[in-house]
C-alpha cells in the first residue's frame, strides 16, 4: 500500500549516510509486514520483516519501524552504500491472507 | 542450498502461442506464489498452490491464465494464446508455512511480439 504525501518515489543520498524509505499501507487488519530490495533484471529480496505486535526490528544495517496507529511502515538504512542503489518494496499481508500486497517502489540511488 | 528457480529466464512468444513458465521451490518449501510485475509498478498477486491444489486464485485473469503444482515436478504457469498485454515478468515466491515469508525466484521476463 501507499498513500499520496508519504511515499517518494525516488531517494538519493550519497554514500555513508543514512537512508530512510516510507510506506504507508493500506489495510488495518495486515499484521504481517516485509521489506524486499530488487535490483534490475532480478526479483525481489528478503531484507526484513516485521509482525504487528512488535514496533521495531533490526537487522544487519536496517531497521525496519512500524507505527500501527497511522498505518506506517519505513525501513532505515545505516552508512548507505553504492550496493544499496535499488527499488525497494514494502509488503503487506493479513494472518487469514496468503497473498502479499505489494506497495509502489521508492528507487535508491547511492552516489560514491 | 538452492533458492527459487525460476526458468527460463526470458521468453518470447508471438500473439496466439502459449507460454509456460516454471517454477521450482526453495528445498522443504511446498508452498508456491506466482506475481506479475509490470514495467515501473510493484508485484501483483496472482496464484497461491500447495502440491496438488490451488489454494487461492483471486488474482488470475478468468481466461487464457492457469496453474498447477504436481505431485512431482515444478509449478507451472501456463498463458495460453497470448496477447501483448500479457508481456511482464512473472514472479515465483516459496514458503514453509504460509504465515512465513516469501522468497522470490529471479522472474522470467515475458515479451509478446
Known amino acids: 500500500g501507499e498513500s499520496v504525501g508519504l511515499h517518494l518515489p525516488t531517494l538519493s543520498v550519497q554514500e555513508g549516510d543514512n537512508s530512510i524509505i516510507n510506506c504507508a499501507y493500506s489495510?488495518?487488519?495486515?499484521?504481517?509486514f516485509i521489506w524486499y530490495k530488487q535490483e534490475s533484471g532480478k526479483g525481489p529480496q528478503f531484507i526484513i520483516d516485521?509482525?504487528?505486535?512488535?514496533d521495531k526490528r533490526q537487522g544487519q544495517r536496517v531497521t525496519v519501524l512500524l507505527n500501527k496507529t497511522v498505518k506506517h511502515l519505513s525501513l532505515q538504512i545505516a552508512a548507505t552504500q553504492p550496493g544499496d542503489s535499488a527499488v525497494y518494496f514494502c509488503?503487506?499481508?493479513?494472518?487469514?491472507?496468503?497473498?502479499?500486497?505489494f506497495g509502489k517502489g521508492t528507487t535508491l540511488s547511492v552516489s560514491s | 542450498n538452492a533458492g527459487v528457480m525460476q526458468n527460463p529466464r526470458h521468453l518470447v512468444r508471438r500473439r496466439g502461442q502459449e507460454a509456460r513458465l516454471r517454477c521450482s521451490p526453495m528445498?522443504?518449501?511446498?508452498?508456491v506464489y506466482w506475481y506479475r510485475q509490470l514495467p515501473e509498478e510493484g508485484l501483483k498477486f496472482m496464484v497461491y498452490l500447495q502440491k496438488e491444489n490451488i489454494i487461492d486464485e483471486s488474482g488470475m485473469p478468468k481466461e487464457r491464465f492457469s496453474a498447477e503444482f504436481p505431485k512431482e515436478g515444478p509449478s507451472i504457469l501456463r498463458i495460453q494464446q497470448v496477447v501483448r498485454g500479457d508481456s511482464a515478468a512473472y514472479f515465483c515466491?516459496?514458503?514453509?508455512?504460509?504465515?512465513?515469508?516469501?522468497?522470490f525466484g529471479p522472474g522470467t521476463r515475458l515479451t509478446v511480439l
Open positions: 516485521i509482525r504487528s505486535n512488535m
Open positions: 528445498k522443504g518449501h511446498s508452498h
Open positions: 489495510n488495518s487488519a495486515s499484521d504481517y
Open positions: 509488503a503487506e499481508k493479513t494472518q487469514a491472507g496468503t497473498a502479499l500486497i
Open positions: 515466491a516459496s514458503s514453509g508455512p504460509p504465515a512465513d515469508t516469501q522468497y
